[in-house]
C-alpha cells in the first residue's frame, strides 16, 4: 500500500519558518509526482506547491511564491516544503499528495491519487 506521512508542523510566530516533510512508502517514487496542499477551516483544500518526478519543475501558488520552497529527495522518497516569512494566513492542515506521471505538476486536488494524514500548522501574530 502507498503511504504518505507528513512531519514537521506546529506552532510558530508570524515571520518564522517550518520546514515540512513527507515520507513515502509503497510507490515507485521518482515515477510520481508530489504535491502539498492545505485546508483551513470551513475552506477547501487548496493547493500550494507541487514538483514533477524528478523534481525539475515547480509550481506555487501565487500566496506562497517567493516564500516556499518545495523539493524532494529521491534516494529518500521524501518530499519537503520549506516554509518561510510564515503569515497567519497560512495557518491551515497540510497535506501530501502524490500522483502517478512523473512529467508534469498537477496543481488541482482531484489530480492526486494518494494523501498522508495531514500536519498541522499554526501561525500566531
Known amino acids: 500500500q502507498v503511504q504518505l506521512v507528513e512531519s514537521g508542523g506546529g506552532l510558530v510566530q508570524a515571520g518564522g519558518s517550518l520546514r515540512l516533510s513527507c515520507a513515502a512508502s509503497g510507490l515507485s517514487f521518482n515515477t510520481y509526482g508530489m504535491g502539498w496542499f492545505r485546508q483551513a477551516p470551513g475552506k477547501e483544500r487548496e493547493f500550494v506547491g507541487g514538483?514533477?518526478?524528478?523534481?525539475?519543475?515547480?509550481s506555487y501558488a501565487d500566496s506562497v511564491k517567493g516564500r516556499f520552497t518545495i523539493s524532494r529527495d529521491n534516494a529518500k522518497t521524501t518530499v519537503y516544503l520549506q516554509m518561510n516569512s510564515l503569515k497567519p494566513e497560512d495557518t491551515a492542515v497540510y497535506y501530501c499528495g502524490s500522483r502517478k506521471g512523473a512529467f508534469l505538476v498537477h496543481t488541482t486536488v482531484e489530480a492526486y491519487d494518494y494523501w498522508g494524514q495531514g500536519t498541522q500548522v499554526t501561525v500566531s501574530s
Open positions: 514538483i514533477s518526478g524528478s523534481g525539475s519543475r515547480t
